[in-house]
């Protein structure tokens, strides 16, 4: 399978709660527009998002795949592709190695053929392997003169070259369009139209009659006319602007191709240490529960309880403190000081606790086990 050169590592550690912001005025994007770079270079970003991606397809050891990717981009179609080289690619996109392999999403999909060429028919570990699922393809000839969609599906078409786009400010990625900075000053800017997104560097965002701080929410819904040169960067371009002035909303359609939705499953703990019932555990030692998705680290605030049971007195464990580790989906939970000897402790996690992304809710769990000497 044909790959490009890695992309940085740096960009893997994206704000999934920026991802899910809601647009300004209360609008949000069906789809996003972007490259397969941004792709494979930001998957925790782009997981379970709607995508649309400019790149022909090739097949290979029996898998279609997106072209050129850095890591493999495999395609499940939903309809039969269009024939032709200007067409987009639109479906669900999912990192392989995040979703459990009884994920619902996957019913009904072989895919022994991409484990087997990608990871010797072992399933994935996280960020190796994607995958878009209910794919299907629209005609996307390039216009001569781009929108910001346009640049942000087809940014090497126009690298190098002048242009002038009109879109809404969105400010410093206020609302998460996108999924990394450019970093080339404190005044850069996202520029937002329909389903596509472009960050704006170069100038402050002022002129007459107008002057919008990339930092307040306030200043955001204005529509902008940027004029600049477009910069295919790594992963995401920028124009580089020269002029900046007042513009109207555009009548820009965007065409949907709607796709089932299918709800992931809730939440549940997997593993425990200590587990259930267990007895003579270290007074000192942490304990330590697993998850079977990506959780909201902030709803663990106030919604972990800790006791002493089994009526033997009123007295407190010790204060405790948590840390949840995204990378593992664990959560590790240590006492200021040793528990108390032969006591029962009880564990408790309220349903305020809530999955990364959609919100869904635990069912309350508890965990009880005794301490030793």
């Not at 044909?2 to 912001?21: M, T």
């Not at 909303?249 to 549940?268: F, N």
């Not at 304990?287 to 106030?302: A, G, H, L, T, Y």
Request: charged share 20%; net charge neutral.
């Amino acid at each position: 399978m044909p790959r490009r050169r890695n992309w940085r590592n740096a960009l893997l550690g994206v704000s999934v709660a920026l991802a899910c912001s809601a647009g300004a005025n209360g609008q949000t994007s069906p789809r996003v527009a972007t490259t397969a770079e941004a792709l494979v270079a930001a998957p925790v970003f782009f997981q379970g998002k709607h995508v649309a991606i400019r790149r022909s397809t090739v097949q290979s050891a029996g898998v279609t795949e997106l072209a050129d990717t850095a890591k493999p981009v495999a395609v499940f179609w939903r309809e039969r592709p269009s024939s032709g080289s200007d067409v987009e690619v639109r479906g669900e996109f999912w990192d392989l190695g995040r979703l459990p392999k009884d994920d619902p999403r996957l019913a009904g999909i072989d895919l022994a053929p991409l484990l087997q060429a990608t990871n010797r028919s072992e399933w994935p570990p996280r960020d190796r392997v994607f995958v878009i699922l209910n794919a299907t393809t629209v005609e996307s000839p390039l216009p001569s003169d781009p929108s910001v969609r346009t640049l942000a599906l087809a940014p090497e078409h126009y690298d190098g070259k002048s242009v002038t786009v009109v879109g809404r400010f969105r400010g410093a990625n206020l609302y998460g369009d996108l999924p990394v900075p450019v970093s080339k000053s404190r005044w850069d800017f996202v520029l937002e139209s329909a389903d596509g997104a472009i960050w704006v560097t170069g100038m402050r965002p002022r002129g007459k009659n107008f002057n919008l701080d990339p930092t307040a929410r306030l200043d955001t819904g204005h529509w902008l006319q940027v004029t600049g040169i477009v910069r295919n960067g790594d992963p995401l371009p920028w124009i580089e602007a020269t002029a900046l002035a007042e513009a109207a909303a555009p009548t820009e359609a965007v065409v949907e191709v709607p796709a089932p939705v299918i709800r992931e499953p809730a939440p549940a703990v997997v593993f425990s240490a200590p587990i259930q019932g267990d007895t003579d555990v270290e007074r000192n030692a942490p304990v330590r529960i697993q998850f079977s998705r990506d959780m909201d680290p902030k709803s663990f605030e106030n919604q972990i309880r800790v006791a002493y049971a089994g009526g033997q007195g009123a007295a407190a464990p010790p204060p405790f403190t948590f840390k949840y580790d995204e990378g593992t989906r664990a959560l590790e939970i240590k006492f200021n000081a040793p528990l108390d000897a032969f006591r029962q402790v009880k564990v408790d996690l309220l349903n305020g606790i809530v999955s990364a992304g959609d919100n869904q809710p635990i069912a309350q769990w508890s965990l009880t086990y005794t301490t030793g000497s």
